[in-house]
Nanobody, 117 residues
Framework: QVQLVESGGGLVQSGGSLRLSCVAS????????MSWYRQAPGKERELVAG????????TYADSVKGRFTISRDNAKNTVYLRMNSMKPEDTAVYSC????WGWGNYWGQGTQVTVSS
């Protein structure tokens, strides 16, 4: 049974930091590209950051470049999102995604992040 379980969300003040974690099970984690997405109320879901299978390449939305860092630990089947210098516009439900084209596309249930001004 495939599972992606996010944790680490919560309420933080503007300028603060959070680290999200997503623990995967039920598939070969190290062979999947992992990403974090977010969806704010009334807005479409957007890609925040992605990381390749070996962690060698990362990509970020322009809005989070220089503030957020995605990383992964294949030994722990876990992907992380470190969020620094947070802004109220970062408020959203953050979800992790695992994709391997032709094999699977999996989503977690999401974790709420709220940044107060």
């Amino acid at each position: 049974q495939v599972q992606l379980v996010e944790s680490g969300g919560g309420l933080v003040q503007s300028g603060g930091s959070l680290r999200l974690s997503c623990v995967a099970s039920g598939f070969t984690f190290s062979t999947y590209v992992m990403s974090w997405y977010r969806q704010a109320p009334g807005k479409e879901r957007e890609l925040v950051a992605g990381i390749t299978q070996d962690g060698g390449t990362t990509t970020y939305a322009d809005s989070v470049k220089g503030r957020f860092t995605i990383s992964r630990d294949n030994a722990k089947n876990t992907v992380y999102l470190r969020m620094n210098s947070m802004k109220p516009e970062d408020t959203a439900v953050y979800s992790c995604n695992a994709i391997k084209w032709g094999w699977g596309n999996y989503w977690g249930q999401g974790t709420q992040v709220t940044v107060s001004s």
